[in-house]
């Protein structure tokens, strides 16, 4: 079993890891917006989400990586392992940045709504924007070897200042009048080598990989676990960034905008399922599926518990913190899109413990195969969802893929029974948290609603989550007493 200290300071970790540049992006998006323009930002976001998509093309060697060397022990052959993972990944990236230069290139010729000025703009970037493919690849797979060795401190640290690095550095270019895409582009850039020489400075100085050797066994056994994470990291960037590339197309770059501020703020909902999840995964690939049932169903009854407190809070407050972080006429637009993806994340969350734990396991396959056989009807769905019913449509379908994906990933561990004995305790404040936003104009309804939902989600919080972990938390914070 994992040690319930070590596992609380590496996801205490990942927590501080994700939260510090969410602070960062909080603070740059309104000035992003008033440097540069709605529809200047959504293009920058846009680039931003092909880059994220063919950033994919590391082959999945960093979670290839990460697996082998919470494997083993040994220091040569973890030194071969990483030294081979880097070549592969340098190479895939090359591969990656050739594939992005004629796709961007297409795109912003002949498909996305944009003005003359900004499809120029924006393909003198690509040159810039295709440079950072090979960049990332390495960082994945350095940031992979950290982890596969439990140096979670030591990734987020590197996280924390490298992604800081790429929110801060172009907003700076843009404070300085470098508003074109391309300076906004070779800004962030240096963001990102800040990460990479992070992340390489800490692997040498706590990994100490041998002198460079790669050997074709090692290459073998890497690429065949990374071919099929490949699959899912391709498919599921492209999942992910289609949404962008149909609302481009059909309703224009101010509403990516808008679509991808709701995704970036969905995906720190993800927070405390992330944080948890990548500590496990090192667990998982130690011990098996079978060992790790019990780490399995904890993991599951901890996300479900400790996520809905903080669901609660984000249905409730999410309307009047947009009013004040970016004024109420992109609140109105942003609330409903949020409301909506939140339903996503109340199921799909828990569902982080089960997918780790078959993709440490050894069957990155099956995943792939499931993200493969949804790919054609959710791009059927999403084209005509955003076509009749705009941004609020894009929402729903995306919710509604979400929440397969979950349902899926629990029948294939055979913990569909854990989740929903769990799950259906946070109903009661879930719902009322729902109708308290939903009648906001009514201070009353509101207030009582808002009171009720919380209180709901701590008795809720309290019964799912594990015994064991819930007293634990509360010796930390000398609460024992309270609660016998």
């Not at 809905?308 to 637009?333: C, E, Q, R, Y």
């Not at 899109?337 to 099956?366: C, F, Q, R």
């Not at 994906?405 to 294939?412: E, K, M």
Request: aromatic share 12%; charged share 10%.
């Amino acid at each position: 079993m994992m040690n319930l200290n070590r596992l609380s300071i590496h996801t205490l970790a990942n927590v501080t890891g994700i939260v510090v540049p969410t602070l960062v992006t909080l603070a740059a998006v309104p000035l992003y917006l008033k440097l540069i323009g709605i529809a200047q930002y959504g293009v920058l976001l846009l680039v931003v989400s092909l880059l994220a998509y063919f950033g994919a093309f590391d082959f999945g060697i960093g979670q290839a990586v990460n697996r082998s060397l919470a494997c083993n022990n040994d220091r040569t052959e973890n030194s071969i392992t990483l030294w081979t993972g880097l070549a592969i990944g340098l190479l895939m990236g090359l591969f990656g940045s050739a594939i992005l230069y004629f796709v961007a290139s297409m795109l912003l010729e002949h498909v996305f709504l944009l003005t003359p000025k900004t499809r120029s703009d924006a393909l003198y970037a690509i040159p810039l924007l295709v440079s950072i493919v090979p960049i990332m690849s390495l960082t994945a797979i350095l940031n992979g070897a950290l982890q596969g060795k439990s140096l979670f401190i030591q990734s987020n640290i590197a996280q924390m200042v490298g992604f800081s690095g790429i929110q801060l550095f172009p907003l700076l270019a843009a404070t300085l009048g470098f508003t074109s895409l391309s300076g906004l582009i070779l800004f962030s850039i240096f963001g990102r080598l800040c990460w990479l020489l992070i992340l390489a400075i800490l692997v040498y100085q706590y990994i100490k990989p041998e002198f460079p050797k790669i050997t074709k066994p090692h290459a073998s056994e890497l690429v065949r676990f990374g071919s099929w994470a490949t699959i899912s990291g391709l498919t599921v960037p492209f999942l992910t960034v289609i949404d962008r590339v149909f609302i481009a197309t059909i309703l224009g770059s101010a509403s990516v905008a808008v679509s991808s501020i709701a995704f970036t703020l969905n995906m720190r909902m993800y927070l405390v399922p992330g944080a948890l999840s990548s500590v496990l995964y090192p667990h998982f690939a130690k011990n098996g599926t079978g060992s790790s049932r019990l780490a399995l169903e904890k993991g599951i009854r901890v996300l479900t518990g400790v996520q809905t407190p903080i669901l609660v809070l984000l249905i409730l407050f999410i309307h009047p913190f947009l009013d004040i972080w970016l004024g109420n006429v992109m609140s109105a637009k942003l609330s409903p899109l949020i409301l909506i993806l939140i339903i996503g994340v109340w199921i799909n969350g828990p569902n982080y413990a089960p997918h780790n734990l078959l993709t440490a396991s050894g069957h990155p396959d099956v995943f792939a195969k499931i993200y493969l056989f949804e790919l054609v009807p959710f791009l059927v769905s999403l084209w005509y969802a955003i076509v009749y019913f705009g941004l609020i449509g894009a929402m729903c379908v995306i919710t509604v893929r979400y929440v397969i994906d979950a349902v899926l990933a629990f029948l294939l561990t055979n913990s569909s029974k854990v989740f929903l004995i769990s799950w259906v305790q946070t109903i009661p404040a879930m719902l009322v948290a729902y109708i308290g936003a939903l009648n906001s104009n009514s201070m009353l309804i509101y207030i009582l609603c808002s009171v009720l939902s919380f209180v709901l989600a701590l008795v809720a919080m309290f019964r799912v989550v594990p015994r064991d972990v819930r007293d634990y938390v509360l010796r930390i914070f000398k609460l024992s007493q309270v609660f016998q």
